[in-house]
């Protein structure tokens, strides 16, 4: 017997397979199929929707939406009195302290706060201590140049003064902007006399208190400028230790012209920074060049020439250029 072998192109049996599947399928593209248990295919949709993907664990166009929203509706929350903020107050926080002074605390800083950011503003302009403080064990982390983790609490000082805070959701809050970030200790002269908001407080050698004022204990200690209470004199300019233990005190420049420190220059030398240096005139001589015949009673008198004589006294109390005198002011946060 023999045998015939016949082979057959791809074509052909892709058109002899397809003629004997059934015609009952639309034709198209699908995004989700039905196959049987040989994978034939059985039937074909296109979702739209999560729901007909069969999708369970994914927010819906409504839900994400609601979401955004959320997110995007930042809200103002009034504050006159002492307050433990929640996650629900993160937005604007407005304080007012006029009838007192009080403490805001910050929500815990962790992996729970879902909406990161707050802003803390005062709308008051009191002279009332208020205080934003972090919770628990939290820091608040500015002049990190003085203290690396930063300070549990600081102070809103005057009408519009605000801070804008990020958590790191690790215990700790960053600062991203605040109303005026004027270094810290700055000496300035001011137009009015009134206090501008954002940190500000006389150059009037005022005792403080350590705990109330950390971050600007710790600045004087690091100035190179800090004497003690018993040097005061001769350096009013100069940060001194107060009591030792739990004071310290500004400087003191009201109604002293400010000079710029040599700082091995060598005009000034030995001149310390903060040191005062009282009035005086350069060393001079009057000298008569010829004999000079003054009158002295009923006759004249003859004065030597080369020779030194007191002549009458005219002036105030020192020597000072014609000037104009502004208030002035000390960064104090």
């Known amino acids: 017997m023999r045998w015939s072998v016949v082979l057959a192109t791809r074509q052909y049996v892709d058109t002899a397979v397809n003629g004997l599947l059934p015609a009952n399928k639309t034709a198209g593209t699908y995004t989700k199929v039905t196959v049987d248990d040989r994978g034939v295919f059985q039937s074909g949709s296109n979702p739209t929707s999560l729901s007909g993907y069969g999708i369970t664990n994914a927010f819906t166009k409504t839900e994400t939406t609601n979401l955004i929203q959320g997110a995007l509706a ?15 107050d993160m937005g604007v926080v ?3 302290a006029a009838s007192a002074g009080f403490t805001v605390e910050l929500p815990e800083s962790n992996a729970a706060l879902v909406v990161s950011d707050v802003i803390v503003r005062r709308i008051d302009n009191t002279g009332n201590r208020l205080v934003i403080k972090a919770a628990a064990d939290n820091r608040i982390k500015f002049h990190t140049h003085l203290r690396a ?3 549990p609490f600081f102070v809103l000082m005057g009408s519009g003064d605000y801070w804008h805070l990020r958590s790191d959701r690790a215990g700790g809050w960053v600062p991203i902007a605040r109303f005026d970030g004027t270094p810290l200790g700055r000496p300035v002269f001011e137009t009015t006399t009134a206090f501008s908001p954002g940190g500000w407080a006389g150059l009037n050698g005022w005792l403080y208190n350590r ?5 600007v204990w710790d600045h004087a200690q690091a100035s190179g400028m800090l004497a003690t209470e018993a040097q005061k004199v001769g350096n009013e300019g100069c940060w001194t230790s107060g009591d030792g233990a739990s004071t310290f005190r500004s400087p003191e420049a009201r109604a002293e012209f400010l000079s710029v420190l040599d700082e091995s220059r060598g005009i000034e030398v030995g001149r310390t920074g903060g ?3 009282a009035s005086q005139n350069k060393a001079h001589s009057h000298l008569y060049g010829a004999p000079v015949f003054v009158q002295s009673g009923s006759g004249n008198s003859v004065l030597a020439a080369g020779t030194n004589y007191a002549t009458s006294s005219n ?3 020192e020597a000072q250029p014609r000037n104009i005198a502004y208030p002035g002011r000390i960064k104090m946060i």
Do not use: C
């Open 74 to 88: 930042i809200p103002f929350v009034p504050v006159s009195a002492a307050k433990v903020l929640t996650a629900d």
């Open 94 to 96: 407005e304080i007012n």
């Open 149 to 151: 983790e930063g300070y």
């Open 211 to 215: 705990a109330e004022w950390p971050w």
């Open 275 to 277: 040191s005062w240096r």
């Open 315 to 317: 002036g105030g109390a």
